[in-house]
Structure formats: structure tokens, C-alpha cells
């Protein structure tokens, strides 16, 4: 059973606040991934991180940032909401070079 | 560039059926690949997965197989229920970054 959790599960803002979603892994893993699917389902990778203060940009370009200071954990901010953030946000771990476990995911609506 | 193509949904279909999802791959050498499912307001589970050629992936029925020759791995059950309706995903590890790369998703709903 995969132990990696995401807070909050739903979560609906308006326009120009602030959000940090939470992610936060109890399995060691050193890579930590931030997905953004669509609703039409697909998925595309915005952040990864090879470990503890290593951060990468994915495929699409988004304007949230990411931090890993502590291997179990890896937030997620938005300095500044706006209706085109709406989404569901999924985090990921991997141990090195193998499958990924996700989190419930966190469905961000910005109003 | 890497990119992950399978079938295209809705499939509907009636319960104790046969399932084909199928799915190709484009990427650099020979990539670990996996079948992710998703259930309604949830996460993505792995489902299963084959980590070189000629192995074959099953798990809860489902089976695929990793053919290197066609860069395919299509997702295939024997007899779907209720239950299995879902979306899947096929995808790869990228051997260079090592995160994985998704297909687009295929919507399976199974009928009574």
C-alpha cells in the first residue's frame, strides 16, 4: 500500500490568493512528481524532483512553483490564482527508476 | 519525441466481454511500462506493469504484453465486470528524466 498523501482534496479560492498544495510521502522515495490533468483526463507534467533541493520544470509550462526540502515532502504554490489553474493536481514518488505511486489528487477551482 | 498513443474512448461494453485497449509507445530505448487505472475522484493505481521485452504484465484479470518489434503494450481482460469501469492509462518510464509519460486516457464503462 502506497502512503503518499495530498491536502486538501477539494479546495475552491478566488481570484489572485495565494495556495500551497500539500504533498507529503512516507516511503523514502527520492523522485516526487506534480501532474496536471485536464478534464478531458490527460495528464501532463509540470514538476519533478530528484531529491532534496533539486526542482525541475515538466512538458507544460505552468506558473506554480515547487519546493523539496524535506525528502517526504514537496508543496506545491500558486502566487496567484486565476480561473485558468482550475484543475486536478496529482502528486507522485518513485523509487529510482521504478513505477509511481500517486496521491488522491487535489481538484483546485478558482472562482 | 516521447510521446505514449492508445485507443481513443468511450469503450462500452457489456459485463463478462472481452476488453482490448490498445496502445503504442515512441521513446528512446527500451522503457519500463505500465497500465495505470483510475477510478472516479481518485488517484491513479498501477494496475500492472513489464520491464523488458516479452514480459507480460497481469494483474485482476488484465494482461499485457511488451512487444518490442510493434512498441506496443495493449491492455486486454477476458471477461469485464460493473466494476472495472474506469479510465486507463498507458505509460512509460523516461529512461533519461525518469518520470513517467502518459497516454491520454481511455474511459471504459461496463454495462449490466
Known amino acids: 500500500e502506497a502512503d503518499i498523501y495530498q491536502t486538501p482534496r477539494y479546495l475552491v479560492i478566488g481570484t489572485g490568493k495565494k495556495i500551497t498544495l500539500e504533498c507529503s510521502q512516507t516511503m523514502g522515495h527520492d523522485k516526487m512528481y506534480w501532474y496536471q490533468q485536464d478534464p478531458g483526463m490527460e495528464l501532463h507534467l509540470i514538476h519533478y524532483s530528484y531529491g532534496v533541493n533539486s526542482t525541475e520544470k515538466g512538458d507544460l509550462s505552468s506558473e506554480s512553483t515547487v519546493s523539496r526540502i524535506r525528502t517526504e515532502h514537496f508543496p506545491l504554490t500558486l502566487e496567484s490564482a486565476r480561473p485558468s489553474h482550475t484543475s486536478q493536481y496529482l502528486c507522485?514518488?518513485?523509487?529510482?527508476?521504478?513505477?509511481?505511486?500517486f496521491g488522491q489528487g487535489t481538484r483546485l477551482t478558482v472562482v | 519525441g516521447n510521446s505514449v498513443t492508445q485507443m481513443e474512448g468511450p469503450v462500452t461494453l457489456s459485463e463478462e466481454a472481452f476488453l482490448t485497449i490498445n496502445c503504442t509507445y515512441t521513446?528512446?530505448?527500451?522503457?519500463?511500462l505500465f497500465w495505470y487505472v483510475q477510478y472516479p475522484g481518485e488517484g491513479l493505481q498501477l494496475l500492472l506493469k513489464?520491464?523488458?521485452?516479452?514480459d507480460k504484465g497481469s494483474n485482476k484479470g488484465f494482461e499485457a504484453t511488451y512487444r518490442k518489434e510493434t512498441t506496443s503494450f495493449h491492455l486486454e481482460k477476458g471477461s469485464v465486470q460493473v466494476s472495472d469501469s474506469a479510465v486507463y492509462f498507458c505509460?512509460?518510464?523516461?529512461?533519461?528524466?525518469?518520470?513517467?509519460?502518459f497516454g491520454s486516457g481511455t474511459r471504459l464503462q461496463v454495462q449490466p
Open positions: 513489464a520491464t523488458k521485452a516479452d
Open positions: 505509460a512509460f518510464m523516461d529512461t533519461g528524466r525518469r518520470a513517467l509519460t
Open positions: 521513446a528512446t530505448g527500451y522503457p519500463s
Open positions: 507522485a514518488s518513485s523509487p529510482w527508476g521504478d513505477e509511481a505511486f
